[in-house]
């Protein structure tokens, strides 16, 4: 069965850091871009980073750009959004979403649109 299974969220004080992982299991993540979208209380699901498969392309919203990092471990079957300086307007559910095919990582975190999808991890930024 193929799966994409987020965790790492949490309560954080406004400031701080939590680095959420998306695990995959049932396929090869080595022929996947990933993406990180999320979903605050009454807006619309947004593109927050996404990476190529190799790894060698990435794409930040403007909002998290400078504080959120995108990575990938493909032994691992893993991807990675290490957010730091975290603010309240973060608190959001998480989700992780896979691509076979996708022209470029802009595009696809600009897509709501996607193959997978895990089941979302919720982080809470509040003091």
């Known amino acids: 069965q193929l799966q994409l299974v987020e965790s790492g969220g949490g309560l954080v004080q406004p400031g701080g850091s939590l680095r959420l992982s998306c695990a995959a299991s049932?396929?090869?993540?080595?022929?996947?871009?990933i993406g990180w979208f999320r979903q605050a209380p009454g807006k619309e699901r947004e593109g927050v980073s996404c990476?190529?498969?190799?790894?060698?392309?990435?794409n930040y919203a403007d909002s998290v750009k400078g504080r959120f990092t995108i990575s990938r471990d493909n032994a691992k079957k893993t991807v990675y959004l290490q957010m730091n300086s975290l603010k309240p307007e973060d608190t959001a559910v998480y989700y992780c979403?896979?691509?076979?095919?996708?022209?470029?990582?802009?595009?696809?975190?600009?897509?709501?649109?996607?193959?997978?999808w895990g089941q979302g991890t919720r982080v809470t930024v509040s003091s």
């Open positions: 990476i190529s498969s190799s790894g060698g392309s990435t």
């Open positions: 979403a896979a691509d076979r095919f996708s022209t470029t990582v802009r595009r696809m975190c600009a897509s709501s649109e996607h193959d997978y």
């Open positions: 049932g396929f090869t993540l080595d022929y996947y871009a």
